[in-house]
């Protein structure tokens, strides 16, 4: 007997009669806890990916918070505990000197078109979780599917284990890690070296994002490799794309209502981590693109990190924080975010900090008195760590507020009117600028190519979206925003000829849109159990 007639057999007879994708969504709600929804949606993927897909793209708003931020950080904080099967690669320390060969056991081989590879080592803002990062790679790589459609078997999650130096970590019994610290710089650099090089021979089409590498190592690598591999850090470039476009919307409105120029915005980052500073430095072209020099725009950004202000004059300043270091401050530390606030007088504060209810009601309430409409964006990750609540500043600045969340908040009622909140994550560009450099086949990510990534995603609101006063568009129209991110992506890989795709450049935008919208893989659509 066939294996098909053999379960043809077990299914009830009425079975047909009745939707599946009704049923799977019916058991999904009947779980409470938000793992449990994880561990079922990924037990679903492995049984029926298409009808994962399916529901998935129906159902984003209710699903992505689960297989994204917030729920997959309790994934990766829970992952040894929680783990069912092989999901994803891991290479390990131990496989320096024979990485190729571990990559080749990758099942897709030279069909993989884009990884995701973290080293666990700054998941979110939980902090080193080692082994147990590679949820976050497989997350990703999700939104790739259902926000860009990029085909599921041609996505690569990694995790490089190369130990942990959480101590419990390393004691849990059922940790499924390397049981070791973290190397030191040379060791990680042979080893990522190797790797990187292994990666383009044994995949020699595909995109690298790195993810949620601590701050040191991310933007080392980035410098490292981004000249000489497809390769982009999601955290810095991705971020920065994507609160580039926030803001742009952002200090439009705030400037209207004030009925000040937009030379005239001040944004305070709480946090200068890779994050942090890679915003920063995104948020430089906001002001060189209303005509001011980097000089004038790099004096309109102050930075703030555990410390305080960062001043030029402090000992010991790591590497990434000097470009931002200010040379005009001479009092004492201020080491105080209200005291800096009123130094500085922003009109927007972004928080990426990983302290959550850093923003506490001084902190908003300032603000909305220093703004007609203040911008305030808490961007760290997961809820559990957002610098300020949607309702507690929607509640202190008396609706006055400009805000965007890194996780996502539910619309807010306020004194009889509903506030919409954003979700300034990187998810709205990294699956636009994947397929953007997929398929004009770029040699690199370049930073003209993130930039207009940035602005094409500012452009994408609708009237009506502009209307309610949304920064970011809505994230049901993600795979129209990611195809429009993509022809810009192209567009500027054209500009900066690093493509080797060279097809493209005589479709007009319309027609490349439509080719990148024929592009974009569906679901197989069946309502039936597979056999
Ligand atoms: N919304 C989004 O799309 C994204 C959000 N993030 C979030 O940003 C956060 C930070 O990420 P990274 O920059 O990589 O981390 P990081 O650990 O390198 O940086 C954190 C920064 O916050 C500062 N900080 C910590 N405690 C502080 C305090 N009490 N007062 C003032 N500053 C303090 C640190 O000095 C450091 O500069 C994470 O929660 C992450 O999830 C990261 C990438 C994208
Ligand atoms: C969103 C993201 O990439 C992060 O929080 O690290
Ligand atoms: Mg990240």
Not at 465 to 493: F, H, M, N, T
Request: net charge neutral.
């Amino acid at each position: 007997m066939s294996l098909a007639i053999h379960n043809a057999a077990r299914i009830p007879p009425y079975l047909f009669n009745t939707d599946h994708a009704q049923r799977v969504l019916a058991q999904l709600r009947s779980k409470h806890n938000g793992l449990e929804k994880y561990i079922y949606l990924n037990g679903l993927k492995e049984r029926d990916p298409n009808l994962f897909y399916e529901l998935l793209l129906a159902n984003m708003l209710e699903m992505v918070p689960i297989l994204y931020t917030p729920t997959v950080g309790d994934a990766c904080s829970n992952y040894s505990h929680i783990w069912r099967r092989p999901e994803g690669l891991y290479v390990t320390i131990e496989n320096k000197g024979h990485i190729r060969e571990v990559l080749r056991t990758w099942p897709a081989g030279q069909a993989a078109r884009i990884a995701v590879v973290t080293d666990g080592s700054r998941i979110l803002g939980l902090g080193d979780l080692g082994a147990n990062g590679l949820p976050i790679s497989i997350g990703k790589l999700d939104l790739y599917v259902a926000g860009a459609g990029i085909k599921p078997t041609t996505t690569l999650p990694i995790c490089l284990d190369l130990g942990t130096n959480t101590q419990r970590f390393l004691e849990d019994p059922l940790y499924i890690g390397v049981r070791r610290k973290r190397p030191a710089t040379a060791e990680m650099d042979e080893f990522m070296h190797e790797f990187m090089e292994a990666m383009r021979e044994v995949f020699p089409q595909l995109l690298v994002q790195f993810e949620d590498f601590s701050t040191d190592n991310a933007f080392r690598y980035l410098d490292l490799f981004r000249n000489q591999y497809r390769v982009f850090n999601d955290d810095i470039q991705g971020t920065g794309s994507v609160i580039l476009s926030g803001f742009l919307n952002a200090a439009r409105i705030a400037s209207e209502a004030a009925g000040t120029p937009l030379t005239e915005h001040r944004i305070l980052f709480f946090g200068a981590g890779s994050a942090g500073i890679g915003v920063a430095k995104q948020l430089l072209s906001f002001f060189t693109l209303q005509g001011m020099s980097v000089e004038e725009a790099k004096k309109r950004i102050y930075t703030v990190d555990s410390k305080g202000l960062i001043t030029a004059d402090r000992k010991g300043l790591q590497e990434h924080k000097i470009f931002f270091a200010r040379t005009d401050y001479q009092g004492p530390p201020l080491t105080n975010l209200v005291d800096v606030i009123n130094y500085v007088k922003p009109t927007a504060l972004l928080g990426l900090s990983t302290v959550r209810n850093a923003f506490p009601e001084e902190v908003v309430r300032l603000m909305a008195s220093l703004n007609t409409r203040p911008i305030i964006f808490p961007l760290s990750n997961p809820v559990s760590l957002c610098e300020v609540d949607y309702a507690d500043a929607i509640k202190w600045t008396n609706g006055s507020v400009i805000f965007a969340s890194g996780s996502p908040y539910k619309p807010v009622e306020y004194e009889g009117k509903t506030y919409e909140p954003g979700q300034g994550n990187n998810m709205y560009v990294f699956p636009g600028i994947g397929m953007g450099a997929i398929l004009s086949k770029a040699r690199h990510v370049t930073d003209s190519m993130v930039e207009q990534a940035s602005i094409a995603l500012a452009s994408s609101l609708t009237p009506e979206e502009k209307a309610a006063g949304l920064v970011y568009p809505r994230l049901v129209r993600i795979r129209d925003i990611s195809a429009q991110v993509a022809l810009a992506v192209i567009r500027a890989a054209q500009k900066d000829n690093v493509d080797e795709n060279s097809l493209f450049r005589n479709l007009s935008d319309d027609a490349l849109l439509e080719y990148i919208k024929a592009k974009q893989w569906q679901p197989a659509s069946s309502h039936l159990p597979r056999l």
